[in-house]
Every structure is written in C-alpha cells, then in structure tokens.
C-alpha cells in the first residue's frame, strides 16, 4: 500500500470512482472534468487546505483519501462538534473489487501514521 499526492492526470479515475453509485450514495458529487478541476485542482495546487491522496495496491490506484485540520474548516468543525486542533480524513474506495477486504481500516491506519500524524 502507497499513498501519493492526487494530480490532475488522475482526475479521470476520481471521476469514474465518483460516478460508482456506492460512492455516489456518500459524496453526491459525480463532477465532470471542469467541476474536477474547480474542487480538486485548488487541493493539487495547495491553495486550498485539503490535502488529497491516492491510495495505490501494488501500484495500481484503488482509493482517494483525504486529511485536513478542523481549523482550517472552523464552520463545520463546529456543526460536528470536533475539536479545532484535531483533523479529519474521509476515504472513498474507488475500485468496487477492493469493497469487504478490510482494506479502509488498514489504509486509515497507515494514512495516519505516515502521513497525518507526521505532519
């Protein structure tokens, strides 16, 4: 398992993942190239705080993942009640082959200890 930064040659696989009504059901947000661009392309470029990642098995990629401090979100933080020095991940699981594997818990686990909790 590998994280990597989300770029915009990636964007064709997150809008297919997007579109996958298990997804769907969650996120409500099957963009297309310009709505891609209009959300994501602020996070690539890091003028906007979310930091996205694409989680590959054996180099192939399977799943977004998302982290981001509560801080820089105050508004809901507050609706959620998390405390505004904490963060918040959300995952999607974008290939349906890789649903019931255990593999969000796993890659959840790995994100925070590679990537969230060293920043």
Known sequence: MSF?????????????????????????????????????????DKTEPTNVFIIEHKNQPTERIQWYRWSDYSEHAVQLEAESNSAGIDITIGE?????????????EEFLKRIVFSN
């Open 96 to 108: 349906p082959e890789m649903i019931g594997l255990g593999l969000g818990p796993m890659a959840i």
């Open 4 to 44: 990597r930064p989300l770029s915009r040659s990636d964007f064709p696989v997150l809008q297919r993942w997007l579109a996958e009504p298990y997804v769907d059901a969650w996120w409500h947000e099957p963009l297309d190239p310009i709505g891609l661009e209009d959300k994501y392309g602020p996070r690539i």
